[in-house]
């Protein structure tokens, strides 16, 4: 049963991975996916069949070589193909008994990310669904072990009547750090800000003067890896300061974190391993189908103590078994390590580097292409996969020329507002990406600029 079903989904997912390289970038049009659920049910075939019918004008090629939208990785074949399977499979990673194979694949994948990052040995690991549920289950974790110290039980007690947390975060930490602080009740607002410089680093003598000026649990929020500029804060310099004062340190770095596996770029993250915890994803850089992200916890007691889940039906992980349920927010869910795991030997140690460091080179390319066209400017220095640019030093030139990319279609990508200014966003992040999509992206880009200016 469904046979057919399958055979069907296989060919409309081989059209659309043919497609992706020369199909409109942006979407279509308006899916077509709504109306009242019909009263009798109907044949597997006929449902797919629908589905990537009314689907098609809305999907957007974000796996394809010139989507360069917020930071979107693609999906590698090995993680596709494995992510299939994940799904044949169906495995619930919660308990070790419910699939070894799923457990045994987290610890593995888990395991070399923890080294390609040039993380501690016996950090633990948790698997997200993304960087914002990293952020929440890092961040819970530190929670747990800065007021732990001072003798509160938070998991037992919660918040009520605690001792005050201190949470210290740059001027320019991403969104997602203030959603974790409010998820886990320490509040979007209290954070402390501590000023930025132009690239968006948090300025580590600012934060040195903040630590002396209270005491108490402390959290000190660092960033490898901006949004925006694809800057890293000054992690060495950071860490003194953190450890000079008793303060936590966790580092988001979303899509940065991974310039520690390419040997040419892991100057960036330089200190970032002597953080306490780290938020990393999967699906961006290291191009693993949505979704998967990891949290990493240098000190496995805290992450264990705030994520896991006891019952009397549940059964517990002896010796080397591992229950993905302990380490995530989440009690049953997809077994996301497969693909993880397929990725990383698709592209071993060596391709890992090569995929960094690739980006990164396309990304520089792509700014000195467009940096050459008159009234054009380069906002940012790139260090990284991220290229900030400006049009006519004019805010609506610039939102105009975004406009008219995504409407053209050889490309896609996004705007934003950098310390006050408008800016076209570019962040080259997939793996099908080439030179030459570089390049004629660069020259849509560039026509578009003429034709507004
Ligand atoms: C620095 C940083 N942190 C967190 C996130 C959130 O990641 P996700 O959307 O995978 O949850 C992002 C997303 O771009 C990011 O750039």
């Given at each position: ?23 409109r ?16 049910g109907?044949s ?8 990537a019918?009314?689907a098609e ?5 974000s796996s394809?070589p ?7 990785g ?6 596709l ?14 308990l070790h ?5 799923a ?11 923890r080294?390609l990052?040039?993380?501690p040995a016996?950090t ?7 960087a914002?549920?990293a952020?929440v ?6 929670r747990?072990?800065v007021?732990?110290r001072?003798g509160?039980d938070v998991?037992?007690q919660?918040l ?5 947390v201190r949470v ?8 997602t ?12 607002d ?6 930025a410089?132009?690239q ?5 003598g600012?934060l040195?003067?903040?630590?002396a000026?209270g005491?108490g649990?402390t ?5 490898a ?6 800057a890293?804060?000054?992690f060495?310099?950071i ?6 004062h008793?303060?936590?340190c ?9 310039a520690a ?5 892991a ?6 391993a ?14 693993v189908?949505?979704?998967?992200a990891l949290?990493f916890v ?6 264990a103590?705030a994520?896991?889940?006891t ?8 010796g ?5 349920g ?6 049953s ?8 795991w ?10 890992v580097a ?5 980006h990164?080179a396309?990304a ?6 467009l940096?050459?066209?008159?009234g054009?400017?380069i906002?940012n220095?790139?260090?990284?996969n ?5 049009f006519?030093?004019?805010?609506a030139?610039?939102d105009?020329?975004v406009a008219?990319?995504?409407?053209e279609?050889t ?6 507002r950098?310390?006050?200014?408008a ?7 997939g ?13 849509a880009?560039?026509g578009?600029?003429?034709a507004?200016?």
């Amino acid at each position: 049963m469904g046979d057919e079903a399958l055979d069907r989904a296989g060919e409309l997912a081989r059209d659309w991975l043919a497609g992706l390289e020369e199909r409109r970038v942006g979407p279509a049009g308006a899916p077509s996916l709504g109306g009242p659920l019909p009263e009798a049910g109907e044949s597997p075939a006929a449902v797919i069949e629908a589905l990537a019918a009314g689907a098609e004008p809305g999907l957007v090629a974000s796996s394809g070589p010139r989507y360069f939208g917020f930071v979107t990785g693609g999906t590698l074949p090995a993680a596709l193909a494995a992510d299939w399977l994940t799904s044949a499979w169906d495995q619930n990673t919660m308990l070790h008994s419910m699939s070894p194979a799923a457990a045994a694949a987290e610890r593995a994948a888990t395991e070399w990310c923890r080294e390609l990052l040039g993380l501690p040995a016996g950090t633990a690991a948790g698997l997200c669904t993304g960087a914002q549920l990293a952020n929440v289950t890092a961040l819970a974790a530190a929670r747990n072990a800065v007021l732990g110290r001072a003798g509160w039980d938070v998991e037992a007690q919660g918040l009520a009547g605690a001792p005050p947390v201190r949470v210290i975060a740059g001027a320019e930490a991403h969104a997602t750090v203030f959603y974790a602080l409010r998820l886990i009740g320490l509040g979007r607002d209290t954070a402390i800000r501590v000023p930025a410089d132009d690239q968006g680093r948090m300025l580590a003598g600012a934060l040195a003067e903040e630590l002396a000026r209270g005491d108490g649990p402390t959290i000190v929020c660092a960033q490898a890896g901006n949004v925006n500029t694809g800057a890293f804060d000054p992690f060495e310099p950071i860490l003194a300061a953190c450890r000079a004062h008793g303060a936590w340190c966790h580092v988001d770095g979303a899509f940065g974190l991974w310039a520690a596996a390419a040997p040419a770029r892991a100057h960036l993250t330089a200190g970032a391993a002597g953080a306490d915890s780290w938020a990393v994803d999967a699906h961006k850089w290291l191009n693993v189908p949505y979704d998967a992200a990891l949290a990493f916890v240098a000190d496995p007691a805290p992450l264990a103590a705030a994520m896991s889940l006891t019952a009397a039906y549940l059964t517990t992980a002896a010796g080397d078994e591992r229950n993905g349920g302990d380490w995530s927010p989440e009690a049953s869910r997809r077994a996301r390590a497969f693909p993880l795991w397929a990725a990383l030997r698709q592209l071993g140690r060596r391709g890992v580097a090569e995929l960094v460091e690739g980006h990164c080179a396309l990304a520089a390319r792509i700014a000195e292409r467009l940096a050459g066209e008159p009234g054009v400017a380069i906002l940012n220095d790139v260090v990284l996969n991220q290229v900030l640019v400006r049009f006519g030093d004019d805010d609506a030139a610039t939102d105009a020329v975004v406009a008219r990319v995504q409407d053209e279609g050889t490309c896609w990508l996004g705007g934003t507002r950098w310390q006050g200014r408008a800016a076209m966003r570019i962040s080259v992040s997939g793996w099908r990406t080439t030179a030459e999509d570089a390049d004629r992206s660069a020259a849509a880009i560039a026509g578009a600029w003429r034709a507004v200016a």
